[in-house]
């Protein structure tokens, strides 16, 4: 993973919550005094735009700031986990079936771990699941 300053323009959100989450006042305050201490996450597309992954609160929380950019850790996304479902709606099975797919095409445990945001040991007990 790298980080980077990204403009949030180039984020593309997701849009399948429920309501619409607002930052808290003390979210706001907190960047406002220290600046933006944990980057968010986000997923570099193809298309040189970004897909975010973990963070949504932190971006509004700047957006509300009048800032333009936000401290990102991204890795180039794969269009098997790209997808617009977030990271807490895909079920166990559909995310061994994706990291066999990325196996598939060659991509390594550690790689793997690094794009779902889990261990090694995590993908290697995916893999040896008998779902």
Do not use: W
Not at 26 to 32: D, Y
Not at 36 to 48: E, F, H
Not at 100 to 127: D, P, Q, W
């Amino acid at each position: 993973m790298i980080e980077k300053r990204i403009r949030i323009s180039r984020i593309k959100l997701r849009t399948s919550f429920r309501k619409d989450p607002t930052p808290s006042k003390e979210l706001i305050s907190s960047i406002s005094c220290f600046g933006q201490t944990n980057p968010v996450s986000v997923a570099r597309l193809k298309n040189g735009r970004y897909l975010l992954k973990d963070g949504l609160l932190r971006i509004k929380a700047l957006k509300a700031l009048g800032k333009k950019t936000v401290k990102a850790y991204y890795h180039e996304a794969d269009p098997v986990l790209s997808e617009s479902k977030p990271r807490a709606q895909i079920d166990r099975e559909e995310l061994r079936a994706a990291v066999k797919a990325l196996m598939a095409r060659g991509f390594t445990v550690t790689k793997i771990a690094a794009l779902i945001c889990r261990s090694e040991l995590y993908v290697r007990n995916l893999l040896r699941e008998q779902l």
